[in-house]
């Protein structure tokens, strides 16, 4: 037998995913379309309810094999038509190859999914608008949390239920599949979708197979070229009755992040106001300092510049075992391994007095600036201006780990039994987290003029010279803050199904979670602002002049490329900030690491019961699920908060459960043309840390927060429809609609507030050691639960190979794919009143769209791919009277070549982000500029060898 695609035909092992190229029942080798997309065909053994089965085709084996990434797209295309849920597939284009290097990368290319780039690389996902918090991510059928931390400005770590895909190498799997549509055996907790992350196993192998690959990397900013390695190898006896499995992947990278950086904008009014001799044109002194947001003048929070050395080491292994003593028994031991190490060099300079109340923003004069329509002083010259250099320097790892079993067992023609315990362990840890800043109080002539987007910052004194800067006690400060981050999961489940008819099967199962977090973290012991001071010579010998800033970004002349920071190994060495009982840090019996201490225990027990009915041997073309799922959880969780004078450990615990109705209906209109139509009740769990009953306070330079928990949080839920027309005019291509709706109720929200420390009710002894007074202002976050409201779009897809072209141009195929979400959630505004304003889901961009152009022949492929995503929202309200916080729209581009040398070697060329897309963060409607760096181009030249 021949499947037939202008991709490379070698002489190499078939995998049973890649017979999922042909749709069910095809035995040509034309482009018709079968007859009837009937559900996939029985095999000797199913997998488990829920999963996507790969092997699901015909068994008889094909004389040539057909690889590369046309394929991919065909076999992906059958495995979607013969699902009645709404599910979107990416296959690997061959063994141990997947067609993007970053596992958030190749989901962005699914309709309705939206990524989130961190440090250049793929982080997060949101689907149809929802974000990752209420995305759950299932990997070899069992749910997993992975957790890693970013830079400030980019969300710091994941303390959430969201997973950080960034974890792994896109070469440990070779299938991702998006289920958007929800069915009773598919455990409950998303909103949006499960993402499902399948590795390999050794039985989708028809003989032995090893696989060698090399690439180089290059960063365009950061000038550094990194190795890349992977491998598979794997063998099954003749019998097919014992297999085994074993990939490995490591990378290093390398990045450069940087740019500018304000940390929000806030009104004049806020800190005490400017001082008392500002002038602004046209404005009296009561307009510069109004008070009231509303009507009040806004200026740059903490106008500054910020650089990120990056460098990270990714080693992960995946290794499978499969034990088929019998045609009707199956058993599957999956294992997976990835540790993510990294460092993170931060060079800052600041003008924080803006940000300051007392000696701060109170002493700060306005000489003289410029007041645009939307009431912000954009340009501005400035006298009593408090300037930071600072240097910090993290260490961050990140091991993940998951062993799952899963039993497959066929009682008699008409029974099934399966099911699977597993457990997954996310372990993060930040052992070093030091800043030390140097200061230079009350300098002349600051200016900065944000009439471009990337703004002119123009310090009055020479920041490259260390004798403009002291390191001075009760200013300066040395921060040591080490912290932990710890996910884990126990599974198990069991299901049985029974083939009542051709026409009707019955499934039941039952399914148990325990998911346990805690957090940890330690600070200073005797306050971060209490310090050595030390003399100009002294900080001299401790400093290192930072230099090379802006490349490739639009900085306006008179911005600096070059200023001092510390140098933290100096000044271990020469000021003992490790060793010196001075700067000691302590976890529990610090009072303000103390809030980070956090457990959550949840036990989530469920049943469900369904039947999957397929008319079409009785003449009805109509095939689909109907099915409800019952789920109990029970939450218990601690944290430190304050009892009068005290801050004390504390615990919560709470019960819900909920009834979860579903349903998904396909009539096959012709053997090409299909409907969906799909109904359901999904509830997405409040984020993990957000349910402590504790409380958090943070002094970070003039950053003033104090966030605590909600025990109270209610889930998440949704009433879901869905619809959608899916044309399949040949083998490889789509035309499809999709409509979607869902009813949000019970939304949780974070709520910010602004409020003098002196009314939290927490002790005056938390701020002894910080630059804060009882006066200030904390920015007060806690997550609440507010009304929701509607979210509904569209979605349109399009995937059509241009083999029907004459010559060389049937070589050629294009995806594309746009979706339209629209949404009306209501954020409460005010903690003390009902008041709401009505604004986008935060994370939800309103338009998305996705598209590839490839050219593909025997020997060569090339394939250029564009990605966007239009602004989102990060915060609502925002806070200091914005609005809101959000990030603007993106653009990018990737570009992949490779050459096939022979069957077995290929040499490949790739690039990653061709127009050094920005990082564009803002605040308010009035697009006040919050953050805007960038993280150059990546380029891989790499070559693949399979034996």
Not at 58 to 87: E, H, M
Request: charge should be neutral.
């Amino acid at each position: 037998m021949l499947i037939v695609s202008v991709a490379h035909a070698q002489a190499a092992p078939e995998t049973n995913a890649q017979k999922d190229a042909r749709a069910p029942g095809d035995t040509t080798d034309t482009d018709t379309p079968p007859a009837s997309p009937a559900l996939p065909p029985e095999q000797p053994v199913a997998g488990a309810p829920g999963t996507i089965d790969a092997a699901a085709a015909d068994a008889s084996a094909p004389d040539i094999v057909v690889t590369g990434f046309r394929a991919s797209l065909t076999s992906a295309l059958g495995i979607k038509r013969n699902q009645t849920a709404a599910v979107d597939v990416i296959k690997a284009e061959d063994i141990a190859e997947f067609p993007d290097l970053n596992l958030a990368e190749s989901l962005q290319r699914i309709p309705g999914v939206a990524i989130t780039r961190v440090n250049g690389e793929g982080r997060s996902i949101a689907v149809r608008g929802l974000g990752p918090e209420y995305t759950r991510v299932r990997i070899n059928g069992m749910e997993a949390i992975g957790t890693t931390g970013g830079t400030d400005n980019s969300g710091g770590v994941n303390r959430g239920r969201g997973f950080d895909f960034n974890i792994f190498s896109s070469d440990l799997f070779n299938s991702l599949a998006v289920r958007k549509t929800a069915t009773a055996d598919v455990e409950e907790g998303s909103l949006g979708g499960t993402v499902d992350l399948q590795i390999a196993r050794p039985f989708d192998y028809r003989k032995p197979t090893a696989v060698v690959s090399a690439q180089a990397s290059y960063n365009d900013l950061r000038k550094r070229a990194t190795p890349k390695f992977s491998g598979l190898i794997t063998a099954s006896n003749p019998e097919k009755t014992f297999g085994v499995l074993l990939s490995v992947a490591y990378e290093e990278r390398s990045v450069r992040e940087e740019g500018a950086n304000i940390t929000r904008w806030t009104y004049g009014g806020f800190n005490g106001g400017f001082n008392a001799a500002s002038t602004l044109p046209g404005k009296t002194l009561a307009q510069i300092n109004d008070a009231n947001p509303e009507t009040a003048l806004y200026h740059p929070r903490i106008p500054g510049l910020v650089s990120y050395d990056i460098f990270q080491k990714r080693l992960g292994a995946a290794g499978s075992v499969q034990f088929q003593p019998t045609s009707k028994t199956l058993l599957s031991i999956d294992a997976l391994y990835s540790r993510l190490d990294g460092t993170r060099k931060e060079s800052q300079l600041q003008a924080i007095s803006f940000s300051r109340s007392g000696t701060g923003k109170p002493q700060t004069t306005i000489r003289t600036g410029v007041v645009d329509g939307d009431n912000n002083i954009i340009s501005g010259t400035f006298d009593g201006v408090d300037l930071r250099t600072q240097a910090r320097y993290d260490e961050l790892t990140t091991d993940f780990y998951q062993v799952t079993a899963t039993l497959d067992q066929k009682i008699g023609d008409s029974i099934k039994f399966g099911g699977v315990v597993g457990y997954a362990d996310s372990k993060f840890s930040n052992p070093v987290q030091t800043t030390v800043t140097l200061d230079a109080a009350n300098t002349n002539n600051f200016q900065y003029d944000f009439t471009t987007r990337f703004p002119l910052i123009r310090p009055g004194v020479d920041v490259s010279n260390p004798a403009s800067f002291g390191f001075v006690n009760g200013t300066s400060e040395v921060r040591i803050r080490p912290q932990t981050v710890d996910n884990s999961f126990t599974n198990a489940k069991g299901f049985v199904e029974w083939t009542v008819s051709p026409a009707l099967k019955l499934k039941a199962g039952a399914d148990w979670r325990r998911f346990e977090y805690s957090s940890t973290e330690q600070r200073r012991l005797s306050g971060e602002t209490v310090v050595t001071t030390l003399t100009p010579a002294q900080v001299a010998a401790a400093t290192t002049l930072f230099s090379g800033f802006g490349k490739g970004l639009d900085v306006p002349g008179g911005t600096p490329t070059a200023f001092v920071v510390p140098d933290l190994a100096k000044f271990a060495s020469l000021y003992g900030i490790y060793s010196n009982p001075l700067y000691a840090t302590g976890g529990i019996e610090n009072a303000t690491a103390r809030g980070s201490f956090i457990t959550v225990r949840e036990d989530d027990l469920g049943g469900w019961g369904m039947g999957e009915f397929n008319f079409a041997d009785l003449g009805v073309p109509v095939r689909g699920d109907l099915g409800v799922r019952y789920v109990k959880t029970d939450q218990y969780s601690t944290g430190y908060a304050s009892q009068g004078a005290a801050i004390n450990l504390v615990a919560a615990d709470r019960s819900y459960h909920r009834w979860l109705p579903s349903g998904n209906l396909v009539m096959d209109v012709t053997d090409k043309l299909l409907v969906r139509l799909a109904s359901a009740k999904t509830l997405a769990r409040a984020g993990i840390s957000s349910i402590t009953p504790g409380g958090s306070l943070n002094v970070s330079g003039g950053n003033r927060s104090f966030s605590s928990g909600n025990p109270d949080l209610k889930p998440t839920a949704s009433t879901n429809y869905d619809a959608s027309i899916e044309w399949y005019p040949t083998r490889g291509a789509i035309y499809a609609v999709s409509a979607f709706r869902k009813d949000i109720g019970s939304f949780v929200q974070t709520l910010s507030t602004g409020v003098p420390f002196s009314a939290l009710g927490l002790p005056a002894s938390l701020l002894t050691g910080t630059t804060a007074s009882p006066t200030d202002v904390f920015i007060v976050s806690q997550p609440v639960n507010s009304s929701g409201g509607r979210l509904q779009g569209f979605e349109v897809n399009i995937q059509q190979p241009f083999s029907f072209l004459p010559g060389i141009l049937s070589n050629f195929g294009v995806l594309a794919n746009y979706t339209y979400v629209k949404s009306d959630i209501d954020y409460l505004i005010s903690a003390t009143s009902a008041a709401t304003v009505t604004e986008p889901l935060i994370g939800l961009s309103k338009h998305a769209a996705n598209g590839t152009l490839y050219f593909e022949t025997e020997k060569f492929s090339i394939r250029g791919s564009v990605a966007y995503r239009s602004k989102y929202l990060t915060a609502v309200p925002g806070t200091e009277g914005n609005a809101y916080n959000g990030t603007n729209s993106t653009t990018n581009f990737d570009a992949q070549m490779s050459y096939n040398v022979t069957d077995s070697l290929k040499l490949s060329l790739e690039a990653v982000n061709l127009t050094d897309q920005v990082n564009d963060q803002f605040v308010d409607e009035t697009n006040r500029l919050n953050v805007l760096t960038h993280s150059g181009r990546q380029f891989f030249l790499g070559a693949r060898y399979s034996f």
